[in-house]
């Protein structure tokens, strides 16, 4: 008598992990396929195990012949399924393995013989055979599907451990776990046979490999029944030739918050379903509010999508409630505009952010010029990341001379950040200061720039006074900037007093005492501060005077300002007599006219800085100018 009951509730749970497979998986996927396959093999071997189990407890001589060929089969399936199993682990390992056509000989070869002894035992009984008085007997290779089992789980284990390396952690501890889960169930079976283990044996390593492995390769959102993102990320990356359609449900929080829970799942599963309805299956689900299509047929596309609008035009949910789903859509062009997943993310991000700006437009078409712009974003990003250094001889600082409207010549400047030189050119503040605000490179900058101006003073003591370096205000709010400041003036071999830094007029409230409280501790030992584009800012003069500030720069706007009302050309010379009652110096910048420069003279100022006076010049020329100013630069006629 056998115990079959396990082989029965495997072929109930591997028919509905088949089910699920075929419903989640896309079968054009060789490592999908041939996990189905694996599904197939264990589902057919407990089926076929089961028949072959009832002749033998019911044998009958007349049934031979139909006893025999459900129990070769049997056989033929239990010996596919651990075959199916190591193809199936072989499509994880990589394709550069310089073992790889041994290990594809050492998987086909068992296999091979197996299949030889199988195809013999019709003629001589070689696994088994139906005895006319005895019934069922086992023949002399009666153990050879153990040996094939234990030969395959070794071969996966070996692998699985050969390349640990190049494989995922959870991929290399279920390959690793796999002969030990498989023998150990088989080798019930093995002392015992009454219990019929062959068929959990193999059930119970699909499912290990099912829950460890295959479900993080998922195809289909359970939930809406589209494709998934790592589905999406796969077929981007394979730089398919169509149309790429990115849709974002705009108000997707409101519609969330202020739906009950079944309409809300009701509007998802709808816009699931009309999608599907006029794209096809090669729709995706993105997560929360994206969705994307791909699609051949540029025109048809286009149709298709205007229609899937125009479906939810006052979308009804229920009898009672009326929402309206506000939809944008971002169109990319495959391969041209964008080559693999990353690349398609970071344009839909970019033509997202673009479309919203543009008010009444649900359709936003990708165009070459983002594309480019997009592309030199990435380059000066890497740029960045290379050249933020001390040694760059790409990254320097410009240096913009400060003019003393008391002693009639240049007495200091200001350092400013600069890109030369690169594989793409000269590349101006205005493009990658904004690139290195968004990359989170921005504090490396400010600090590259004043150990490169501590290093100039260092170098030139004897013609150079100070210099002016900018802080940004993320790094001005930081605890530890005072002690990166005072540790590189220091190293450096120079005074405190030889670097001036400017600080914004962008300080929030909250920002303020942390700001206030380093500026102290640093103004404590020496250091020297002027507040830059003073009246842009969200700081009053209140709270300005109550910082250790030694002058303001007054803001270019003003000074344009001026120009254009008489009222505010009063206005500004009362505030500038206001800032100099106090103590300030005042250093007004953006001077580019002589009707400019002849105005500030009027109101008394300490320093000015434009372009009538210079621009931002290298090291080299602003030494010169130090060294010459009297007869290169004689003083500006007021």
């Not at 019934?135 to 153990?146: A, D, E, L, M, V």
């Not at 849709?247 to 519609?255: K, P, R």
């Not at 209140?542 to 050309?569: D, G, Q, W, Y």
């Not at 580019?592 to 000015?608: G, H, P």
Request: aromatic fraction near 16%.
């Amino acid at each position: 008598m056998y115990n079959y009951l396990g082989e029965i509730c495997v072929l109930i749970l591997s028919s509905v992990l088949l089910f699920n497979t075929l419903l989640s998986f896309d079968m054009g996927e060789r490592k999908n396929f041939l996990f189905f396959l694996c599904v197939v093999c264990t589902l057919l071997s407990a089926l076929t195990n089961i028949f072959s189990i009832y002749f033998i407890e019911h044998f009958e001589a007349r049934l031979i012949p139909l006893s025999t060929a459900v129990t070769s089969l049997f056989f033929l399936f239990l010996g596919l399924t651990p075959f199916s199993f190591v193809r199936y682990v072989f499509e994880f390992l990589p394709s550069s393995w310089k073992f790889k056509k041994a290990l594809y000989a050492l998987i086909f070869a068992p296999i091979f013989v197996y299949l030889i002894v199988l195809a013999l035992n019709f003629k001589f009984n070689l696994i088994f055979h139906y005895d006319s008085v005895l019934g069922y007997t086992r023949g002399s290779f009666k153990n050879i599907t153990y040996i094939e089992s234990a030969f395959y789980a070794m071969l996966i284990f070996a692998a699985a451990l050969y390349n640990k390396k190049t494989i995922s952690r959870r991929i290399k501890i279920s390959f690793i776990l796999y002969p030990f889960l498989a023998m150990g169930i088989t080798s019930i079976q093995f002392f015992s046979t009454y219990w019929v283990m062959t068929g959990t044996a193999s059930f119970a390593v699909l499912l290990l490999v099912y829950l460890c492995v295959q479900s993080d390769l998922l195809e289909y959102d359970l939930q809406t029944g589209l494709l998934t993102t790592p589905y999406f990320e796969s077929i981007l990356n394979k730089s398919p030739r169509s149309s790429l359609v990115m849709i974002s449900v705009e108000n997707y929080a409101h519609l969330e918050s202020c739906m009950s829970y079944g309409d809300f799942r009701f509007l998802l599963q709808e816009i699931s379903s009309a999608l599907v309805q006029f794209f096809g299956r090669n729709s995706y689900h993105l997560g929360a509010n994206k969705f994307a299509v791909l699609s051949e047929n540029f025109e048809a596309m286009k149709t298709n999508l205007q229609n899937f609008f125009e479906h939810f035009e006052n979308f009804n949910v229920g009898k009672k409630s009326v929402w309206s789903v506000n939809f944008l859509a971002v169109v990319i062009d495959l391969p041209s505009h964008a080559k693999n997943y990353e690349e398609a993310m970071e344009l839909e991000e970019r033509l997202f952010s673009l479309a919203r700006s543009a008010k009444d437009q649900k359709i936003f078409f990708c165009h070459r010029a983002y594309v480019d712009e997009l592309n030199r974003e990435k380059a000066i990003r890497r740029i960045l990341e290379r050249e933020l250094n001390m040694n760059s001889s790409q990254f320097q600082i410009y240096f913009q001379p400060i003019y003393s409207a008391k002693e009639r010549r240049f007495v200091f400047a200001e350092a400013l950040a600069r890109l030369v030189n690169t594989e793409i050119g000269d590349v101006m503040p205005s493009e990658f200061i904004p690139v290195a605000e968004s990359r989170g490179l921005i504090e490396q900058l400010g600090k590259v720039v004043f150990e490169k101006a501590c290093d100039f003073v260092r170098r030139n003591k004897d013609f150079v006074g100070s210099i002016s370096v900018n802080l940004f205000i993320h790094q001005i709010v930081d605890p530890e900037i005072v002690d990166f400041i005072l540790e590189t003036i220091e190293r450096f071999g120079i005074k405190p007093g030889d670097i001036i830094i400017e600080i914004t007029g962008g300080v929030s409230a909250d920002e303020f005492n942390s700001v206030r409280r380093n500026m102290l501790r640093l103004s404590g030992k020496g250091v020297v501060f002027y507040f830059d584009d003073f009246g842009t800012g969200c700081l009053n003069f209140a709270s300005v005077i109550t910082l250790p500030i030694k002058a303001i720069k007054v803001s270019r706007s003003f000074i344009s300002m001026m120009e254009k009302n008489v009222e505010f050309f009063r206005f500004v010379k009362k505030f500038i007599q206001n800032l100099k009652d106090g103590s300030l110096k005042i250093l007004v910048e953006g001077i580019e006219t002589q009707v400019q420069d002849q105005m500030i003279m009027l109101f008394d100022v300490d320093y000015v800085q434009g372009f009538l006076y210079s621009r931002p010049i290298p090291e080299e020329e602003f030494l010169s100018v130090l060294k010459n100013q009297a007869d290169v630069y004689p003083p500006p006629t007021c």
